[in-house]
């Protein structure tokens, strides 16, 4: 074979080779920017990635704070402070306790309690307790034009009770205080603030006493951050 042909020959074997490997590291580079934009790491094994990634739990006896200013609130402000419902007669008890509550933590603060003030602040305790679940029915359908529908529970005549409880009740009560500052003369707001027992499973009583300190001192402050409040 002639000399030129097995030199034509020769480079073209290097040409595939260097080809291949250049598409090799193409792919390979494709592949680290992917994951790289994913926010994966190649070069690391995916079960220490996922463990990586999982979102921790929140810990129990953990509240949440949520604030929004609109305009400054000078200290030593005064406030009338007022349930936000006071129609509701469900909710006049806990809000009662909680407008005494805010107005010593007010004083502690450094605020005044004036019925005359400028500034009126809403006093607001939302409580919603999970919903049971009734017992289970069975259902029985017939087919045809003369079809039917009958359903029933299977009560024991030994235990003299339903044999079908109703399922266990998984959703946890939402206790929330709120407080929302607005100009008596203008009716515009200053501020909105609420905090909700989150994790917590304290009675209501007993968390608005960890709550309203926190929620007091976000008073003209723009805030959004959990708080430890504790449990049982």
């Known amino acids: ?13 290097l040409t595939l080779e260097t080809a291949a ?21 190649p070069t690391r094994p995916a079960d ?3 463990q990586t990634q999982a ?19 000078p200290a030593g402000t005064a406030f009338d402070t007022i349930v ?10 806990l809000e009662g306790a909680a407008v005494d509550s805010v107005n010593a933590e007010l004083v502690k603060a450094g605020y005044r309690v004036d019925q005359n003030a400028s500034l009126v602040m809403l006093v607001g305790t939302d409580l919603v307790r999970g919903t049971s679940k009734e017992a289970t029915i069975e259902e029985f359908r017939g087919d045809g034009e003369t079809g039917f529908t009958y359903e029933h529970n299977v009560f024991s005549s030994t235990k003299r009770s339903l044999l079908k409880k109703p399922a266990p009740d998984t959703t946890p009560n939402t206790f929330r205080i ?6 008596r ?3 515009l707001y200053l501020w909105r603030g609420s905090i909700d027992r989150g994790t917590s499973d304290l009675t209501p009583d007993k968390a608005a006493d ?3 300190p926190p929620l007091v001192a976000a008073i003209g402050k723009s805030v959004n951050k959990q708080i430890a409040i504790g449990h049982n």
């Open 1 to 13: 074979m002639p000399k030129f042909i097995r030199q034509r020959q020769g480079l073209s074997a």
């Open 21 to 41: 490997a250049g598409l090799g590291l193409a792919v390979w580079s494709a592949a680290v920017a992917m994951g790289t934009f994913a926010g994966l790491d």
């Open 48 to 50: 220490a990635q996922s």
């Open 55 to 73: 979102a921790p739990a929140t810990p129990l006896g953990t509240g949440n704070l949520s604030a929004t200013a609109y305009q400054p609130i």
């Open 84 to 93: 936000q419902d006071p129609t509701d007669s469900a909710r006049s008890t």
């Open 178 to 183: 709120s407080l929302s500052v607005y100009d």
């Open 185 to 187: 003369k203008t009716g």
């Open 210 to 212: 960890r709550m309203i």
